[in-house]
């Protein structure tokens, strides 16, 4: 499971070292060869449940579709959400997500079932509702403080909010109808990434992560944007590979971004993505230093 991150113990060597071996794969293409070759990776599961006629109006998208192995199960006779786990291993330790659409407004009961069955305790949403006059994700959310949501199984009410620079943090209070039993969410909202695009400034996501990993305790991340494989894929692995450069393992992002497609078809879908990850260069790499090193939190 993953756990908040603790102080790096890397030393400035090993950055400066990592920093030229990435910055060689950048130059030489070596990353987009690799990334390339992912492409003609074929799925590794069915995805039988997602194509059956009862569920075709819970997809956003008709193409983008959870493995049956790896599918979050959802409510007591198990149904269907277009949702999978992703277990990433970073050296002894599990880190633990969930990476799903954006949900859609029929699906909007079932996502806070996975919510609250998962013990989810952070979501982190990587789309804006609308983006070029495109619905990407429906509100699921309470709207304002005085707007409370009810699900029917669930009331929904926001307890607290901050508006940062780059993400947008809101506090939300599930509370179980039947049994009266509470649960609270952090939601974080990254507002600074296009659709099919990279983000403006590197150093945003890596602060988004680092706050991220310091409010998570409990469940796994879910994660999402509209289809739940680009940007959602991007923000796992970037997690994935500051993690590695913290606990000074080698990294190989070739196989993280096999091993996300092991557990949910295309994860990660333009080799610009794969470029767009916070490596690109001596000068972010010793922001990500930096940020790594220091005790960063939000008030």
């Given amino acids: 499971m993953i756990s908040p991150a603790k102080t790096s113990q890397y030393s400035g060597p090993r950055v400066k070292a990592l920093i030229q071996i990435l910055q060689h794969q950048l130059d030489q293409q070596e990353l987009v060869r690799e990334f390339m070759a992912l492409e003609h990776l074929k799925p590794f599961d069915n995805c039988l449940v997602g194509k059956a006629p009862e569920n075709r109006e819970k997809n956003r998208y008709q193409d983008i579709l959870p493995y049956d192995k790896t599918r979050v199960l959802v409510g007591d006779n198990q149904d269907y959400i277009n949702a999978s786990y992703i277990r990433m291993e970073v050296g002894s330790e599990e880190f633990f997500y969930i990476s799903c659409q954006g949900p859609l407004p029929s699906t909007v009961p079932d996502f806070w079932q996975m919510v609250w069955e998962n013990r989810s305790d ?13 619905v990407k994700c429906h509100r699921y959310w309470p709207k304002k403080v005085s707007c409370p949501l009810d699900t029917g199984r669930f009331h929904l009410s926001l307890e607290n909010q901050q508006i940062q620079e780059y993400f947008h943090i809101k506090i939300i209070r599930m509370v179980e109808i039947e ?4 649960h609270f969410v952090r939601h974080l909202k990254f507002t600074r990434w296009p659709d099919h695009g990279v983000p403006q400034c590197s150093e945003q996501l890596v602060r988004f ?22 940007r959602t894929g991007v923000l796992i692995c970037t997690d994935v590979i500051l993690s590695l450069i913290e606990y000074d393992l080698p990294i190989k992002v070739s196989s993280i971004v096999r091993e996300m497609r092991l557990q949910r078809y295309g994860m990660i879908q333009t080799k610009v993505s794969t470029v767009g990850l916070p490596y690109r260069g001596q000068g972010l790499k010793v922001e990500v230093d930096r940020l790594i090193r220091a005790d960063f939190t939000f008030s």
């Fill in 209 to 230: 992560i680092r706050y991220l990993r310091a409010v998570h305790h409990k469940g796994p991340v879910i994660v999402h944007c509209s289809a739940g494989i680009g």
């Fill in 122 to 134: 952070v979501i982190a949403m990587m789309t804006q509702d609308v983006e070029r006059g495109r």
């Fill in 179 to 182: 049994s009266g039993k509470t």
